[in-house]
């Protein structure tokens, strides 16, 4: 059974000519198998209209690591189509 939490959503207003109204979410993923739990991220934004989003699946069985991953993309307003690149490095980084 996999399960997609949202644990923090960031909230950019429309600054003319600047920056148009924009939503980040931030999601674990838990995923059961049997008797192991894996955790994963998804990164999600909506803008005019326009939805973007990187789910990826069973990335540790470490859900402080991947909480605080999700963390570090809140804090950073890291948006879904570089996320990916940042995801990884952290975790060839920490594993």
Known sequence: MTTCT??????????????????IYYNLISSNNNST???????????NG???????????????????IIKYLYENSIKPDVSL??????LNVTQ
């Open 50 to 68: 326009k939805k973007e989003k990187l789910s990826l699946d069973c990335l540790s069985e470490d859900i402080v690591l991947i909480n605080n």
């Open 85 to 90: 690149g940042i995801i990884n490095d952290i």
């Open 6 to 23: 949202k644990l923090y959503t960031k909230t950019f207003s429309k600054i003319e000519k600047l920056q148009e109204n924009e939503n």
């Open 37 to 47: 739990t894996s955790y994963g991220i998804e990164v999600s934004s909506e803008s």
